[in-house]
């Protein structure tokens, strides 16, 4: 699996990239300071018009390199991460949460025992969202399933969540404009980019990483802030229309036709994700 990372980076540091990756350079081309690939790893390093090193891209073949590699390479503090929820459950809201973090916080991080919300059970995220919600600054956005439903024919899903991240990205830098930005790699870059094309303002210099919730602790709080406010969105569906599951399984599609027995139909727009599959196959079933 490929797996690339881009970050912003100083004229010394592309420089002493320059002299180590010297042997494997490529050929250079207009706004390239320096381009090498090796068996394992192509790396680009690009500069402006004004000859002034804007940022290294480092696409990594095999994905093989050792978590202590990528740790020593590509983390540091401040930094803000954003991760998402919501994107598998066929009922409920996409929640995309970005936190900021300097490295003093890490220690209440370690106590909390904050890592990818998806190892941590709902009931612990829902004991500790209080104090992650007072120590921690934040951006959390809501994508409401009415709002989803309204937009998903122009968007599609990585489309909707690049723009929710790119949105708390810009929120979160304008207070802290030092911050390095780290995301949990849903699409390649350039594609994460052109889904921005219309958007006003975009956040250009961020660290792409699968499974980034592993490697950058400001991915994994923002993956539980995430979780957290999809939980209390759930909760409250929950006390309007009566127990809901999660996830997008069975369960869901035996839920679902329960629920249009007592139900009309037109709710579902309020409740759940239309272009799910779920619905898709209720709608072909002859009988419906």
């Excluded at 006003?200 to 961020?206: G, K, L, P």
Aim: aromatic share 12%.
């Amino acid at each position: 699996m490929k797996e690339t990372i881009v970050r912003k980076i100083e004229k010394e540091e592309a420089t002493s990239l320059k002299e180590k990756y010297q042997k494997w350079a490529l050929p250079s081309s207009q706004y390239v300071f320096f381009a090498a690939e090796t068996p394992s790893l192509r790396l680009t390093i690009y500069e402006n018009a004004k000859g002034e090193v804007t940022k290294a891209v480092y696409l990594y073949k095999n994905a093989k390199e050792t978590d202590e590699n990528k740790e020593k390479t590509f983390s540091s503090f401040p930094q803000i991460g954003s991760d998402e929820v919501g994107t598998g459950d066929f009922i409920g809201p996409l929640v995309v949460s970005a936190s900021y973090l300097e490295k003093k916080d890490l220690k209440l991080l370690k106590e909390l025992k904050i890592t990818d919300s998806k190892k941590m059970s709902d009931d612990y995220i829902l004991e500790i969202g209080p104090t992650l919600l007072k120590s921690f600054q934040h951006v959390t956005l809501v994508l409401t399933p009415k709002k989803y439903n309204e937009i998903s024919s122009q968007y599609n899903m990585n489309a909707i969540k690049a723009i929710m991240h790119n949105h708390a990205f810009c929120l979160l830098k304008k207070k802290h404009p030092q911050a390095q930005c780290y995301l949990d790699q849903f699409v390649e870059p350039k594609t994460y980019y052109r889904y921005l094309k219309e958007s006003e303002e975009i956040i250009d210099e961020i660290v792409f990483h699968t499974k980034g919730e592993l490697y950058f602790p400001s991915v994994a709080l923002g993956s539980c802030l995430a979780r957290y406010r999809f939980l209390l969105e759930h909760q409250s569906l929950e006390e309007k229309y009566g127990p809901l599951p999660k996830g997008a399984g069975p369960i869901v599609d035996k839920w679902l036709e329960g629920f249009l027995n007592n139900h009309d139909e037109g709710i579902l727009k309020e409740l759940v994700k239309l272009n799910f599959k779920n619905f898709k196959k209720l709608e072909e079933k002859p009988e419906h």
